[in-house]
């Protein structure tokens, strides 16, 4: 899952990137709040992280703007401002979790994975399944029954994010910012090729899943036995 975080702290834009990749995520990051509300509405994040006092944009004002614009991805405030109308404001604005800092990062990652899986419902957060198959995003495991085989980290994002949107169409350039990220220099062919790879893989479990070439717009996956 891909996290944007919003803060202009020179030390906390290394430290909580560095922390929230070894959990597994993929972490963006911006330092100003226009620049980040302009990220935000790519919509190609699952989760962000928000501190309140930015230069450009305060944080409350993307907030609001990414509200009225109908961005409903999940947002912690990450603040120094802890007062009770502080953290009342930010909520009743939209926020969806608010943290005053400074905060242990292990109860950061205990709410961003408490804000991620509300969305999901059943779905258990370290468990995706469609069709016939089930991955386990942080062992990078696809399964079918008991037939399994490991991906690359790559491959495994690519197949995370085709579970989470299951049946839909997702376009080319979607793909490749939601898997390499803002800042990396892809060429388009390698999203060519990490599909190849990732339909191997479903060969290698045996699974009925179809990944499908949508011509001119991206791809998609879908269970032959809908």
């Known amino acids: 899952m891909r996290i944007l975080l919003i803060e202009d702290d020179e030390s906390l834009c290394q430290t909580i990137p560095f922390q929230l990749r070894h959990e597994g995520f993929a972490v963006d990051v911006s330092q ?14 699952d989760l962000v992280l928000l501190d309140r006092m930015l230069p450009g944009l305060d944080g409350m004002e993307v907030l609001r703007a990414m509200r009225r614009e109908g961005i409903s991805t999940p947002v912690i405030f990450l603040t120094a401002l802890g007062q009770v109308g502080d ?33 999901l419902s059943l779905q258990d957060a370290d468990t995706l399944s469609y069709g016939d198959i089930t991955y386990e995003p942080r062992r990078l495991v696809l399964r079918r029954g008991r037939t399994a085989t490991t991906l690359s980290k790559r491959l495994g994002d690519l197949l995370e994010l085709f579970l989470r949107n299951p049946g839909q169409t997702l376009p080319r350039q979607t793909i490749l910012l939601r898997v390499w990220g803002m800042d990396c220099d892809v060429e388009d062919g390698n999203l060519d090729n990490y599909t190849y790879f990732l339909r191997r893989s479903l ?3 045996g699974s009925r ?12 996956m879908e269970d032959r036995h809908d």
């Not at 509300?37 to 190609?44: A, K, V, Y």
């Not at 939209?94 to 804000?115: N, Q, S, T």
């Not at 899943?209 to 791809?219: A, I, S």
Request: net charge positive; glycine share 12%; proline share 3%.
């Open 32 to 45: 100003d709040g226009e620049e980040g509300l302009m990220f935000i509405r790519e919509r190609i994040h």
């Open 203 to 205: 060969g290698k479990v």
């Open 87 to 119: 953290r009342t404001q930010g909520l009743n604005n939209g926020a969806d979790d608010y943290m005053v800092k400074p905060f242990a990062f292990e109860e950061l990652l205990a709410r961003i994975r408490c804000v991620l899986r509300r969305p």
């Open 209 to 220: 899943l179809q990944l499908t070439t949508v011509r001119g717009v991206g791809y998609r």
